[in-house]
């Protein structure tokens, strides 16, 4: 009896971490600011974002903003497969400021 209550314990609580999981595409960034300290006026700071699609379908972004015109974000337009890492590149442009 004990046997099947650990057995019925297992597939029940088995049930709920599956059905806990967010379906779809999940976006996990390895960080999510950057400082460029002290740039020249007309020197372009660069930097990326790492990020991984930690979900279980294809990540597609659609757009990305900066939060000033200074900053100009690229992404990558194709989708990203579960799994895949890809980055947003961010030019500090010092030409906008």
Not at 55 to 69: M, V, Y
Request: proline share 6%; charged share 20%; hydrophobic share 40%.
């Amino acid at each position: 009896m004990k046997k099947v209550m650990l057995l019925m314990a297992m597939v029940v609580g088995s049930f709920a971490y599956v059905s806990a999981q967010v379906a779809g595409p999940q976006i996990e960034f390895e960080r999510i600011e950057h400082d460029y300290g002290t740039i020249d006026q007309g020197a372009n700071g660069k930097t990326e974002f790492v990020f991984t699609n930690t979900g279980t379908e294809p990540l597609i972004i659609s757009k990305a903003k900066g939060s000033c015109g200074c900053t100009v974000p690229t992404w990558p337009k194709e989708p990203i497969a579960p799994g895949a890492k890809a980055s947003v590149e961010v030019k500090y442009d010092t030409k906008r400021v």
